[in-house]
């Protein structure tokens, strides 16, 4: 599975973005999926991550209420919904799927990553 994320850029606080990722050489349909972010000099940490039929669901408590996984298996694509943004937003954010039903919120759960996009919120 190859993932291509995109739709990161700069925004001020309280603005909105939505990233994509798009899958090819496979079709995602019973891969859980999910978004991962680095900030710089910070570990890669969990965001959101849900089931390939969207069933199940978790965020991290720092998006809780602001962001919105989802995801097209029509169009083999997923989405991150980003409302609210904070200065404390800004990192590298990585998409990733993983060959199995559940959602796991740990990194190392999973096996196929995208090269990243950077999100930008300027205080």
């Known amino acids: 599975v190859q993932l291509q994320a995109s739709g990161g850029g700069l925004v001020q606080a309280g603005g909105s973005l939505r990233l994509s990722c798009a899958a090819s050489g496979r079709t995602l349909s019973n891969y859980a999926t999910g978004w991962f972010r680095q900030a710089p000099g910070k570990e890669r940490e969990f965001v959101a991550a849900?089931?390939?039929?969207?069933?199940?669901?978790h965020y991290a408590d720092s998006v809780k209420g602001r962001f919105t996984i989802s995801r097209d298996n029509a169009k083999n694509t997923m989405y991150l919904q980003m409302n609210s943004l904070k200065s404390e937003d800004t990192a590298v954010y990585y998409c990733?799927?993983?060959?199995?039903?559940?959602?796991?919120?740990?990194?190392?759960?999973?096996?196929?990553w995208g090269q990243g996009t950077q999100v930008t919120v300027s205080s």
């Open positions: 990733a799927a993983r060959g199995g039903i559940y959602p796991y919120t740990g990194r190392d759960e999973y096996d196929y």
């Open positions: 849900t089931s390939w039929s969207g069933s199940t669901i």
